[in-house]
């Protein structure tokens, strides 16, 4: 908050930021309801755990972490798929249904492929799911040439960033809205990653700056080392 406050042009400190939301009553928002997204009682492959925490890459395309979330509406669950790429933390790649099915997943996937295009050996973490470690979702990422990476059994921290990423798209906008519809849900969700949380939303990892101005930062140091060397 502080930092968003000096952004924008106003002198502010931490101790007076504190005291001014105490004062007005403002403070973070929690967790709401849980349901379970991960079905691993299956006797599909399990892929070994190649990401190993191993969260930072020095490049962008290199690893993506995927995983899938629910929302709720007044006609029902909505899922959403995303994949993440490490090297930003931008959404590279979503999926909405109002099944949660192995189609879900493959969508997220193919936009990621779409968008990035990295090269073959490209590692890809999710979850040991029955929609990630299903034929068809396998077979499609031999197509595009990457490398799969599961999280060991019940343990979410194996995948942080996405886990991360699906408490701030909860508290910081699903949890304020009552959605009457899928569709109202799906165009809210879409103005969160593509506009705010890509474009706008300040990351700690990133050094306080959005993943995409993070990208285009780099891109930039980049264009400077090949016309120096």
């Known amino acids: 908050m502080t930092i968003e406050i000096r952004a924008r042009g106003f002198p502010a400190g931490k101790e007076r930021v504190e005291r001014l939301m105490r004062e007005n009553n403002i403070r973070a928002r929690h967790k709401r309801r849980y349901k379970v997204t991960t079905d691993s009682k299956h006797k599909l492959p399990i892929a070994p755990n190649l990401l190993d925490r191993n969260f930072t890459t020095d490049a962008p395309n290199q690893v993506f972490t995927s995983d899938i979330?629910?929302?709720?509406?007044?006609?029902?669950?909505?899922?959403?798929?995303?994949?993440?790429?490490?090297?930003?933390?931008?959404?590279?790649?979503?999926?909405?249904?109002?099944?949660?099915?192995?189609?879900?997943?493959?969508?997220?996937?193919?936009?990621?492929?779409?968008?990035?295009?990295?090269?073959?050996?490209?590692?890809?973490?999710?979850?040991?799911g029955s929609q990630y470690?299903?034929?068809?979702?396998?077979?499609k990422l031999a197509e595009y040439g990457m490398t799969c990476s599961m999280s060991r059994k019940g343990n979410c921290w194996d995948n942080a960033p996405t886990e991360?990423?699906?408490?701030?798209?909860?508290?910081?906008?699903?949890?304020?809205?009552?959605?009457?519809?899928r569709v109202e849900a799906t165009a809210d969700l879409f103005e969160y990653v593509e506009v705010f949380y890509n474009r706008s939303r300040r990351h700690s990892t990133l050094g306080q700056v959005s993943p995409t101005q993070f990208m285009q930062d780099w891109i930039a140091t980049q264009q400077?080392?090949?016309l120096a060397a």
């Open 69 to 128: 979330t629910y929302i709720w509406t007044d006609e029902g669950w909505l899922y959403l798929a995303i994949v993440l790429d490490l090297f930003n933390r931008e959404v590279v790649g979503w999926s909405i249904k109002a099944n949660m099915t192995t189609d879900l997943v493959i969508d997220a996937l193919t936009m990621a492929w779409f968008r990035r295009k990295p090269a073959p050996g490209a590692l890809y973490h999710s979850d040991r």
């Open 133 to 139: 470690a299903s034929h068809d979702f396998q077979a």
């Open 164 to 181: 991360s990423f699906f408490n701030s798209l909860k508290n910081e906008r699903v949890h304020e809205r009552r959605y009457a519809t």
């Open 224 to 226: 400077e080392k090949n």
